[in-house]
């Protein structure tokens, strides 16, 4: 799987939109980007996936940049529910394995 | 509707005791399964990963094992367990018919004492 840089931490105010980088510059051009996250003391949660376009869907959207050498995680309106881990990782389908990193730490304050 | 389960969600051994955690998937067939674990304050490890009956890939070595008696049935064991085996254990699946997301169980709560 190629390697992806996320920042350790970031901080959103509730209501606000919470917007969470990840780097992946040696991404294959088979390689789809996913996103987990990860609340306290539960299993990761899949949040959206993608190739080359942008998506959406009930949970967040994903901005892919034309190279695909970065991505970024939306959550248009965040809730303290939404503090949690943020995991990106990128992976070709069919590939056996799933490396998670050490993700960001979204901290959502009232 | 396709759902994982995974038990005992919290136990409490001493040290040089037995393990046996227990996944199983339901409403697929034929999935890749996997172990993760989670000590605490790190991030996810993989530990094991099977893509089917009887075959198991190890992905670090260490003092648990891990078998695959049936299609959605995973099993992670050990015969003596240490300190350090203390963690979050998250069993996990792929439906490789499907999206490839990766669904993670409710998560067992090992603490070796």
């Known amino acids: 799987d190629a390697k992806t840089t996320q920042p350790p931490s970031m901080d959103c105010a509730e209501g606000r939109a919470a917007n969470l980088p990840c780097n992946h510059s040696t991404i294959s051009g088979n390689e789809y980007v996913y996103w987990y996250r990860q609340i306290h003391s539960q299993g990761p949660q899949y949040i959206i996936h993608g190739l080359k376009n942008n998506e959406t869907n009930e949970m967040a959207s994903l901005i892919i940049t034309e190279d695909r050498k970065s991505s970024t995680l939306i959550l248009p309106h965040a809730t303290l529910r939404d503090t949690a881990v943020y995991y990106c990782?990128?992976?070709?389908?069919?590939?056996?394995?799933?490396?998670f990193g050490k993700g960001t730490m979204l901290l959502v304050s009232p | 509707s396709q759902t994982i389960h995974q038990w005992p969600a919290t136990l409490v051994q001493p040290v040089g005791s037995p393990l046996s955690l227990e996944c199983t998937v339901e409403g697929t067939s034929n999935p890749n399964l996997y172990w993760y674990r989670q000590a605490a304050g790190r991030g996810l490890q993989l530990l094991f990963y099977s893509v089917g009956i009887g075959q198991i890939s190890s992905e670090v070595p260490q003092n648990l094992s891990a078998s695959r008696p049936q299609d959605r049935q995973f099993i992670l064991s050990s015969k003596k367990l240490l300190l350090s085996d203390s963690g979050f254990y998250l069993c996990a699946w792929i439906d490789r018919a499907g999206a490839n997301v990766l669904t993670f169980g409710a998560g067992s709560r090992l603490t070796v004492l």
């Open positions: 990782i990128v992976r070709a389908t069919g590939y056996s394995t799933l490396t």
